[in-house]
């Protein structure tokens, strides 16, 4: 038994040459496959579709009726599979949901994305600036910032560079506590933690050799990079921080590197986009710009 969409594109066929052999012919089935597509057709539909002898075919009125509206749906049907036939008319138009370290995304992408949007009004924007992993598919991010281990072998990556990670404290705290020498000073100093929201305990410290520091102790605690950088220059407290964030700091003065002997391993920086496969304008544009900007910062 034919499926409903062949019965439609033979009898299309036949209302369009005027003959079941001629239909036949332009298919390259046989007259028969015809005349059972159209008897078919016709026991659905309750209606005769041609009047028909042995010698001639003449289409109904009710036949000329379904044949067009029948054109339409096959014409919509098949303009889903044109390349980029569901795409709005402005290839550099439509959403782009990104993903990225709240401080990462609030520092460098956000002036980016204004660039971006103000070149290209048609594109919209969904930000996810968050310092817990997202969920790329859960969330449908569209490409994505991480810093650290990159598990995912499905991802298309762009290396960025490497995201240095400073103990740093404002000259006035260190006046006042001292420079730490190692892990055992610094744990007993006000210290800052960062809170995993997945688990509920804080991040531990990191430093060179595989050393670690238990931030249980910490006199302030948040689940944001950013917030805990402004605890750390308001002097309150030293804390471990990227270097994207105080590299600057460090440059001006305002604050101070402390322990640089015990200074981890840098973490990679990646630009990603969750699977492989044809890549619309508009995730092409943010990306290679974002991947342009960002690798050269």
Not at 60 to 70: H, K, M, N, Q, W
Not at 101 to 107: I, K, M, Q, T, Y
Not at 291 to 297: D, I, N, S, T, V
Request: charged fraction near 25%; glycine fraction near 8%.
């Amino acid at each position: 038994m034919l499926n409903r969409l062949e019965m439609i594109r033979i009898f299309c066929a036949a209302a369009d040459a005027g003959s079941f052999k001629e239909a036949a012919v332009r298919l390259g089935i046989s007259p028969q496959a015809v005349t059972r597509a159209v008897k078919e057709l016709e026991r659905l539909q309750g209606e005769m579709l041609f009047h028909r002898n042995t010698r001639q075919v003449r289409i109904t009125s009710f036949g000329e009726a379904l044949a067009e509206r029948a054109r339409n749906s096959l014409n919509q049907l098949d303009g889903l599979f044109e390349r980029g036939a569901a795409a709005p008319e402005d290839p550099m138009s439509g959403l782009v949901r990104l993903a990225a370290p709240s401080a990462l995304g609030r520092r460098y992408l956000l002036p980016l994305i204004d660039e971006l949007a103000t070149a290209y009004p048609g594109l919209r924007f969904d930000l996810r600036f968050n310092d817990q992993l997202a969920d790329v598919v859960g969330e449908k991010i569209d490409i994505g910032v991480r810093i650290g281990v990159l598990r995912e072998n499905r991802f298309v990556v762009r290396r960025l560079g490497k995201a240095r990670l400073y103990t740093v404290a404002t000259p006035k705290f260190l006046r006042k506590h001292g420079k730490p020498n190692n892990v055992e000073e610094l744990q007993a100093m006000p210290h800052t933690g960062i809170l995993d929201r997945d688990t509920g305990r804080l991040w531990p410290w990191m430093f060179s050799r595989e050393r670690q520091m238990n931030a249980a102790g910490a006199r302030f605690q948040c689940d944001d990079s950013e917030t805990e950088y402004l605890i750390v220059k308001s002097g309150q407290a030293i804390g471990q921080i990227a270097g994207f964030l105080v590299e600057q700091d460090i440059a001006d003065g305002k604050l101070v590197a402390v322990m640089e002997d015990y200074e981890p391993e840098p973490w990679e920086m990646y630009l990603y986009r969750p699977q492989r496969g044809p890549m619309p304008a508009r995730l092409r544009l943010v990306f290679d710009t974002l991947a342009q900007a960002l690798g050269a910062r």
